[in-house]
């Protein structure tokens, strides 16, 4: 059974410590995000980003990467119920759901550079893939560590040291599909209006 | 005190927003592009992720649910304001920097005619 445990308290201080990285990297994000802004009409002579977007492909990826955040707060649900089975299976799916994420992007990438439109044809697609691949370099990160929380968590249940994983675990993952949102407008929305 | 409510509501107020933009981006079309109109699009997808924003901040992150201080509050806070100086700064400069760029030929000749009879 499931001993209560101040790691998972939302006012814990590795929970606070661990908010105040994500705050600053809110930060890195915000320098991204005005490269972005400043650059994104900067083609070159090269396609622009209506051109290039297509927004039902990026919307399937918006819906799959908000899925997954949801499923890994169920996750988090079973967690505070002490339920061991619950809780991987819902991390697993929801580990899952960023790997399709990562792979729908990994598809986009190559598709874009196959057609000679790689980070290096305008300062609009450096700037996109500078943002865009930076997201997705840290669902990458985020996806080996939820690896590493759910072994550690298989291996050893649910007790403080693996609920304050997955809670940060889960905190990192809802921060990047929050951060995904404001790609998915200034990016994709903005890019086919 | 985690609840699946919180995170269920929240998915679904998400949902519905993220549709929201490409709904209003079809019906932009589907109108020949007179309503709603290009600034009301660029407005409309920015409220819609904002609120996108707050939603998952109080149904996904919790956020402002503690006990005691809020200090996870005053630093999201924080991050906001500064992350206005960065974003909103650069866009600033960038902007008028554009305004004091070199004209092309065509308009300084248009300039200077309009000076002292031209060249």
């Known amino acids: 059974m499931m001993t209560t445990n101040a790691a998972h308290r939302t006012d814990s201080a590795p929970v606070f410590g661990f908010w105040l990285y994500l705050m600053s990297d809110c930060l890195l994000f915000a320098a991204l995000f005005a490269t972005y802004a400043v650059l994104r009409t900067n083609t070159f002579g090269g396609p622009d980003a209506d051109a290039l977007f297509n927004l039902p492909y990026a919307l399937v990826e918006t819906l799959i990467l908000l899925t997954s955040s949801f499923v890994a707060g169920l996750g988090m649900v079973a967690a505070s119920r002490g339920s061991k089975t619950g809780t991987l299976s819902a991390f697993i799916i929801a580990l899952l759901l960023g790997l399709a994420f990562l792979g729908l992007e990994v598809h986009e990438f190559a598709g874009l550079i196959a057609a000679g439109a790689g980070p290096s044809r305008s300062a609009f697609l450096s700037s996109y893939f500078a943002l865009v691949g930076t997201h997705g370099l840290h669902v990458a990160l985020g996806s080996f560590w939820m690896i590493l929380a759910l072994v550690h968590t298989a291996k050893s249940g649910l007790h403080q040291d693996t609920m304050r994983r997955l809670t940060l675990v889960s905190m990192f993952w809802h921060f990047l599909d929050i951060i995904w949102i404001f790609i998915f407008t200034f990016v994709y929305i903005f890019g086919s209006i | ?119």
């Open chain 2, 1 to 119: 005190m985690t609840s699946a409510r919180s995170y269920i509501i929240g998915y679904i107020l998400s949902v519905i927003l993220t549709l929201l933009a490409p709904a209003l981006l079809w019906l932009h079309i589907y109108n020949h592009h007179r309503f709603p109109t290009h600034p009301e699009l660029y407005a409309a997808a920015v409220v819609l992720a904002v609120l996108q924003l707050v939603v998952q901040l109080v149904f996904f992150l919790h956020i402002g649910r503690e006990s005691g201080p809020r200090w996870r509050l005053m630093a999201l806070f924080f991050a906001i304001v500064i992350v206005f100086i960065v974003a909103g700064g650069a866009l600033w400069i960038m902007q008028d920097l554009n305004g004091r760029m070199m004209p092309d030929q065509a308009q300084m000749l248009q300039y200077m005619s309009e000076q002292d009879g031209g060249i």
